[in-house]
């Protein structure tokens, strides 16, 4: 196996357990944001999309890429924009009771 | 300098979803993601090896569109199907990245590693994308019920597996053909319909949860693909963070992963449910009575189920809860983990309805408190109230599963439609209970009855 290979697998084994420490400690008050917010980091594969979708490889490609670019962007740009406007929902408001 | 780039966006991933741990802090915790994203976006446009942007600009301009109307316009009780749907847009992306990387790689550059992770890619995005589209369908209601049965999912589920992979195994030793991958794209949609279509409506948040994570491992697959590690550590991330969804969901029901992807619809054993009984008495009360009821009354806690969300009656509830409030009574909510479509989704309407979220328990913080509490309001909520059958009855579909202990509250008061029994199909002992008090209609109308009654007293 070479080394290129070998490393993206520490990263990928590395990067799993450090989602597992941070999300873990997310309450469940926040797990629909969470949920929204992690979808829209998945919309990274836009990185690809647009790499596919610029690349001079012909009409093909350039059409699963702009299909892609599509997809993702929708799902980047709608899960953050919803995100935040869910998370700006969540207020503690100050005690009225006398 | 573009993997410096991507190493700071995936940072920012990392600071992101750690913020997202409070709600002081969730909100720059987006943003941090957000930025993150946009450094991510821009490097890449900056790469020497786009050569035409033509396509670039018009999917990014239409997805845009597209994602910024569908986030403003969206109601905060169609939630669950809208991150479903982004989901499944996000594992359609990365499946067809994958693809066409796998193309361009060209029959001759193709190694194993690239060939099997292109498969993984194509499997769980594609099966994400039909998968998601499904769980919208059901969450929207454009299902009916019966489209659900299918014959021996099990067997299906393995069959149409095993055909991917089968063609899978094709592709790895036959790079140059044009066939197999394309098969395998095919079949994987195939596998999200058929393992999406059995699962109930309240079984929906595992299966959101779950789609969560594949979304994720697609992308990681896609980065393995390009070797892209900024793909591989968001996908790791996102995975990760569905996959402990998923798990909180299955141990809130007390249902395995597998009992809920391939149970079926409220596969009860026919006849099993109260035929032969004596029709049980309830004790039903008007909007008036029970005004005067909560007016005595010292505390209150509030349960809200997903009955709440469909008679949108989440604003009605938080004018009630203030309104008691006012009148110096204690009111809390307890949020039972799966209230709702999806994780957290109760949360989220509530606060919508301007509630303030120190008020929103969790059922581990709020159920002791129950047996000091004069009046527990149910409202839509049924399967996680019903204690008797998760604690006592070993027979019961429920049996083991947490439940909010609402019996122990001096009296109960539950907002139903009518007595007809939840989604699992299981009678409520505490429908029946003597302190409890039904008040038979639609929980938006009664909660504003119950608000006109108590100003009136």
């Given amino acids: 196996m070479d080394a290129n290979l070998i490393t993206a697998v520490y990263i ?10 941070v999300i873990t400690k997310v309450p469940p008050l926040l797990h629909t944001p969470l949920m929204s917010g992690s979808n829209a980091i998945s919309g990274i594969t836009l990185v690809g999309a647009l790499l596919i979708a610029g690349g001079g490889d012909g009409m093909v490609a ?28 969540f207020k503690k408001k100050p005690e009225t009771r006398k | 300098m573009t993997q410096i780039a991507y190493l700071i966006a995936a940072t920012l991933f990392i600071i992101g979803l750690k913020r997202l ?80 990387g796998y193309r361009q790689a060209g029959p001759t550059r193709i190694d194993v590693a690239i060939a099997i992770t292109t498969i993984i890619s194509l499997l769980v995005g594609t099966a994400t994308f039909t998968g998601s ?11 009916r019920k019966a489209a659900g049965r299918l014959p021996m999912p099990k067997v299906l589920n393995a069959v149409v597996l095993a055909a991917v992979l089968t063609c899978g195994a094709l592709a790895l030793l036959d790079p140059g053909s044009a066939v197999w991958m394309p098969m395998v794209l095919v ?14 409506g309240a079984n929906m948040p595992v299966i959101i949860s779950l789609l969560n994570s594949y979304s994720g491992v697609a992308a990681a697959a896609t980065g393995f693909v390009l070797s892209n590690p900024v793909l591989i550590i968001s996908g790791a991330l996102v995975g990760a963070s569905g996959l402990i969804l998923t798990r909180i969901m299955c141990q809130a029901m007390n249902r395995s992963l597998g009992n809920v992807l391939f149970a079926g619809v409220g596969a009860l054993p026919a ?56 009148r110096g009574i204690e009111v809390r909510y307890a949020i039972h983990p799966v209230a709702g479509r999806m994780p957290g989704h109760m949360n989220v309407l509530l606060a919508e309805a301007n509630v303030s979220y120190d008020l929103l328990l969790e059922m581990d913080a ?30 019961s579909p429920l049996f083991g599963m947490p439940t909010l202990k609402v019996n122990e509250a001096r009296s109960a008061m539950v907002i139903k439609r009518s007595l007809s029994p939840g989604f699992a199909g299981i009678d409520n002992d505490l ?24 100003k009136s007293l």
């Fill in chain 2, 187 to 200: 079949l994987a949609a195939l596998y999200g319909v058929i393992m999406v279509l059995p699962v109930g």
């Fill in chain 2, 271 to 326: 006849g099993s449910e109260g035929s032969g009984e004596e029709p049980r008495q309830v004790t039903r009360y008007s909007a008036e009575e029970a005004a005067m009821v909560m007016d005595t009354a010292k505390s209150v806690i509030i349960i809200p189920g997903y009955g709440l969300a469909v008679a949108q009656a989440q604003h009605a509830l938080q004018e009630l809860a203030d309104l008691l409030a006012n």
């Fill in chain 2, 21 to 100: 741990g409070s709600p002081k802090t969730a909100r720059s915790g987006n943003l941090a993601a957000m930025s993150g994203m946009l450094i991510a976006i821009v490097v890449t446009l900056l790469d020497k090896q786009i050569l035409d942007f033509t396509f670039i600009i018009a999917g990014m301009i239409v997805g845009a569109a597209l994602g910024l109307v569908a986030a403003k316009k969206i109601q905060m009780t169609a939630m669950p199907q809208m991150v479903a749907l982004f989901n499944g847009l996000g594992g359609i992306a990365s499946a067809l990245v994958a693809f066409a």
């Fill in chain 2, 431 to 454: 429908f029946y209970a003597q302190s409890t008090m039904m008040l038979f209609g639609d929980a938006k109308q009664m909660v504003t009855d119950l608000i006109r009654e108590i």
């Fill in chain 2, 133 to 143: 589209l499904i769980a919208f369908a059901k969450l929207q209601g454009r299902l």
């Fill in chain 1, 12 to 21: 990928f084994v590395l990067a799993v357990f450090v989602g597992f420490e």
């Fill in chain 1, 62 to 89: 350039k059409l699963l890429g702009m299909l892609a670019v599509i997809c993702a962007t929708v799902n980047v740009v709608g899960g953050f924009m919803v995100t935040d406007r869910m998370l700006e929902m």
């Fill in chain 2, 366 to 395: 709020i159920n002791d408190d129950f047996k000091n509490t004069d009046v527990a309001l149910v409202v839509g909520a049924n399967d996680v109230t019903n204690h008797e059958a998760a604690c006592c009855k070993p027979d």
